[in-house]
Nanobody, 127 residues
Framework: EVQLVESGGGLVQAGGSLRLSCAAS????????IGWFRQAPGKEREGVSC????????YYIDSVKGRFTISSDNAKNTVYLQMNSLKPEDTAVYYC????????????????????WGKGTLVTVSS
C-alpha cells in the first residue's frame, strides 16, 4: 500500500518561501510519477508539478515556472517542492500524489491519472 505524507505548509507573506516535503512508502515499482497538486477554495484541483522516473523529466504549470522547483531524495524516499516568490494566488491545500505505472506525466496533459494521494498540507500566502 502506497502512503504519502505531506509536511511543510504554513503561513508566509507574499514574496516568501516554503519547502513542502512528501514522505513516500510502499512503492513496489521503479516506474512512477510523483508530484504535487493544489486546490484553492472554490476552484478545481490542479497539477502543479510532477516528476517521472521513466522519463527522467519534470513538469510545471506555467503559473509556477521559475518560482517552484520539484526535487527528490531517493535515499530518504522523499519528494520536495521548493516554493519561492510566493503569491497570494498560491494559497491552497497542496497534495502529494503518485501514479505507479509511470505514465502520469504528459507535456500536453500535465500530471494526471494519480492513484494515491496524501491528506494535504495548507499553504497560506498573505498580502
Amino acid at each position: 500500500e502506497v502512503q504519502l505524507v505531506e509536511s511543510g505548509g504554513g503561513l508566509v507573506q507574499a514574496g516568501g518561501s516554503l519547502r513542502l516535503s512528501c514522505a513516500a512508502s510502499g512503492f513496489t515499482s521503479d516506474d512512477y510519477v510523483i508530484g504535487w497538486f493544489r486546490q484553492a477554495p472554490g476552484k478545481e484541483r490542479e497539477g502543479v508539478s510532477c516528476i517521472s522516473s521513466m522519463l527522467g523529466s519534470t513538469y510545471y504549470i506555467d503559473s509556477v515556472k521559475g518560482r517552484f522547483t520539484i526535487s527528490s531524495d531517493n535515499a530518504k524516499n522523499t519528494v520536495y517542492l521548493q516554493m519561492n516568490s510566493l503569491k497570494p494566488e498560491d494559497t491552497a491545500v497542496y497534495y502529494c500524489a503518485a501514479e505507479v505505472s509511470g505514465f502520469g506525466l504528459d507535456y500536453g496533459l500535465g500530471c494526471y491519472g494519480m492513484d494515491y494521494w496524501g491528506k494535504g498540507t495548507l499553504v497560506t500566502v498573505s498580502s
